[in-house]
């Protein structure tokens, strides 16, 4: 599998790109992988649903959808397409250190 | 934002929602499509089981970053009116795919087994079919077509009815979702829709 190198962090990856080791995300790498996808800073908005993510994940083993960050996490659709725009869902998944998620809803 | 480092994978955030460019055209014949992907949405049944695959795709879509354009006509103006949008109804009848996944519990084999026509013309079957399939999709958290479209419009779907179908029904604007951003003609969609993937439900 492919091994991404930056800032000291080394990380095994997909052949997508996402990380491959749930253990391998951490908040000082999330900050670093947002800077290569366009979101300058993370605020703490941004940090409540990629908390959520993982937390959420720990539990069920998958990534959460967009729906299932509202339903459960209780987070706002619109203002996440906004604070991850683009590719909201896989973003999230991405700087959360997770696969992107299956889910079609 | 800062630059990739060399060597360094990362998923495709933005490229792939970038329609492939045309190849230069040698002989200055038109090229193909070249711009944003964009996809449009033409829902024109109102089936509950025909409802979804047009909310699922558009949501799918807007989640991609596509811009993203359904256009309701004929039956599907039943999806984004709010008189009838929570009562969508699911019949067996015309529909020789029925199976019930339950059945197999019985004898294993029967949930593959093509439910009888005649099944769906007893009186209240078409009830309890719709409220099997609402529940089926309660249970893996989709939501009912009313939450659906506001989930679409969170997402910045843009949704439009139908002009001729909306007066041949006499329907009111004040019944639509609010997500509807108007009542367009035929023409008006053609117009929006250059250059989309276009998909006829």
């Known amino acids: ?29 999330a900050a670093i992988l947002a800077d290569l996808i366009g979101i300058d800073d993370l605020t703490e908005q941004h940090w409540a649903p990629l908390r959520f993510m993982r937390t959420d994940s720990a539990t069920t083993g998958v990534t959460p959808t967009l729906r299932r960050m509202q ?35 | 934002m800062r630059a990739i480092p060399d060597g360094f994978l990362i998923p495709d955030f933005g490229g792939a929602s970038q329609a492939p460019a045309a190849a230069a055209s040698t002989d200055g014949a038109p090229t193909a499509y070249a711009g944003p992907r964009k996809m449009a949405l033409i829902c024109s049944k109102g089936n509950l089981d025909m409802a979804y695959p047009g909310l699922i795709l558009g949501n799918a879509a ?10 309701f006509t004929f039956w599907g103006l039943d999806i984004i009116n709010k008189k009838t949008n929570d009562k969508l109804k ?11 996944a339950e059945l197999g519990y019985l004898r294993p084999g029967l949930e593959h087994v093509s439910m009888p026509q005649a099944m769906g013309q ?52 004040a019944d639509l979702h ?24």
Do not use: W
Request: glycine share 10%; charged share 20%; hydrophobic share 45%.
């Open chain 1, 1 to 29: 599998m492919p091994i991404n190198t930056i800032d000291g962090h080394t990380f095994t990856v997909n052949d997508e790109g996402f990380l491959t080791d749930r253990a391998g995300g951490s908040e000082d790498l």
């Open chain 1, 71 to 105: 339903t459960v996490g209780g987070f706002d659709i619109k203002e996440l397409f906004l604070l991850f725009p683009g590719k909201p869902a896989k973003k999230l998944a991405y700087l959360a250190g997770l696969p992107k998620p299956v889910g079609c809803v």
């Open chain 2, 62 to 71: 807007a989640g991609e970053g596509i811009e993203t354009h359904i256009f």
């Open chain 2, 90 to 100: 699911f019949t067996m009848l015309g529909n020789t795919a029925m199976h019930m």
């Open chain 2, 122 to 173: 007893l009186p209240g079957m078409t009830a309890i079919a719709t409220r099997m399939m609402k529940k089926q999709m309660a249970d893996l958290d989709i939501p009912d077509v009313p939450e659906f479209l506001d989930l679409l419009q969170a997402a910045g779907v843009h949704m439009y009815a139908c002009r001729l179908s909306f007066d041949m029904m006499k329907l009111l604007e």
């Open chain 2, 178 to 201: 609010p997500g509807v951003e108007g009542v367009i003609s035929a023409a008006d969609f053609i117009e929006i829709s250059a250059g989309a993937q276009t998909i006829f439900i």
